[in-house]
């Protein structure tokens, strides 16, 4: 059996170029900074969502739930809702209760992301609206 010779090259150069290794960390900064802005926002949507459900699960009146929502907002620090906001149905006696809001994050300067948040407790997945749930 006969070996062959690996054969190489001298000037053939591999890897990465200082601007390509620029590019990708520009890229990657980009996108870390996208993920850290918008982080906050996602966390305080699933915040409003547990507190809509412990509000839903106490019970009571249209006005005691929102009361319920308000104290779980005040202890998870929600801002950007609050009970009042709530769209509060009652379709067969059990309440259903969903919200809508939107939320603008600052990225650099003039740049900013909007995010339109909505949830409801319905099994469905409708969010009621106030028109639809006045009828």
Do not use: C
């Not at 547990?50 to 009146?61: C, M």
């Amino acid at each position: 059996m006969r070996r062959q010779a690996k054969h190489y090259r001298i000037n053939a150069e591999r890897g990465v170029s200082l601007s390509g290794l620029i590019v990708v960390l520009v890229v990657l900064g980009a996108v870390a900074l996208v993920g850290i802005k918008t982080a906050p926002a996602v966390i305080e949507y699933r915040a409003v969502k547990q507190s809509v459900a412990r509000a839903k699960a106490s019970g009571g009146s249209n006005r005691e739930i929102q009361q319920a929502f308000d104290k779980n907002a005040d202890v998870n620090s929600i801002d950007a809702i609050q009970g009042r906001d709530l769209v509060i149905s009652r379709d067969g006696g059990t309440p259903e209760v969903s919200f809508r809001y939107e939320k603008r994050v600052p990225l650099a300067g003039n740049v900013s992301l909007l995010f339109d948040f909505s949830g409801t407790t319905d099994p469905s997945g409708v969010v009621a609206d106030t028109e639809t749930a006045a009828k």
